[in-house]
């Protein structure tokens, strides 16, 4: 069985920085990814990261903001995010998927809280 953990969410001001790490366990896919809800808004995805290339996709509300990156020995992949805003403030998850299928068919973690004041 797939599973993930998430962890690295927490509180920031404005203008910090946050580091989200996934750790997957169980098997690997060819795609992972970081998405996030806000209450009472809808799920967005904020970033993709190809496993096997490491090429990456961002969304524009986070580009040159948010580095998507992955440690294939640890099986861990990471969200860093700088240059936080309030807006970013909210539930981020991590799904790892396989190329063939989508994310909302794909494992999903548990979730961890952001907070930016």
């Known amino acids: 069985e797939v599973q993930l953990v998430e962890s690295g969410g927490g509180s920031m001001e404005a203008g910090g920085s946050l580091r989200l790490s996934c750790t997957v366990s169980?098997?690997?896919?060819?795609?992972m990814g970081w998405f996030r809800q806000a209450p009472g808004k809808e799920r967005e995805g904020v970033a993709r990261?190809?496993?096997?290339?490491?090429?990456?996709y961002y969304a524009d509300s986070v580009k040159g903001r948010f580095t998507n990156s992955q440690d294939n020995a640890k099986n861990t992949v990471y969200l860093q995010m700088n240059n936080l805003k309030p807006e970013d403030t909210a539930m981020y998850y991590c799904?790892?998927?396989?190329?063939?299928?989508?994310?909302?068919?794909?494992?999903w973690g548990q979730g961890t809280q952001v907070t930016v004041s």
């Open positions: 799904a790892a998927w396989s190329l063939l299928s989508s994310a909302e068919d794909g494992y």
């Open positions: 169980g098997s690997t896919r060819n795609c």
């Open positions: 990261i190809y496993t096997g290339s490491g090429n990456t």
